[in-house]
């Protein structure tokens, strides 16, 4: 399984819009073949910040997600509305290893 941690700083005046673009992205992700989850969380102190936790079967399955046109809808979408890059930290599974376990 490839699990990834997408840490987002959007600019103030953008969260609004920034949540719809995500959650719209969202919607299509988790009907993607090979996908475990896509949650999108803000946090609860700075409403600026978010983090995109995804996960996928295989290295394929997360790779074709970036290629999808939603994805890429997405990335275009809300470039502009990031204070700065955003960053994917990469994690191991450790549990659960059944894939069963994780819907």
């Known amino acids: 399984m490839i699990v990834t941690a997408v840490m987002i700083q959007v600019k103030p005046d953008s969260i609004t819009k920034f949540i719809e673009a995500t959650v719209k992205n969202h919607e299509a992700s988790v009907r993607?073949?090979?996908n475990l989850r896509f949650d999108v969380l803000q946090d609860a102190d700075d409403p600026s910040r978010f983090m995109l936790y995804e996960a996928y079967?295989?290295?394929?399955?997360a790779a074709a997600h970036k290629k999808t046109p939603h994805y890429l809808?997405?990335?275009?979408?809300?470039e502009d509305w990031m204070q700065k890059p955003r960053e994917g930290i990469p994690?191991?599974?450790v549990k659960?290893?059944?894939k069963n376990k994780w819907r």
């Open 73 to 78: 809808e997405w990335k275009k979408t809300v």
């Open 96 to 98: 659960p290893l059944d």
């Open 32 to 34: 993607e073949r090979g």
């Open 91 to 93: 994690y191991t599974v």
């Open 57 to 61: 079967e295989t290295e394929e399955a």
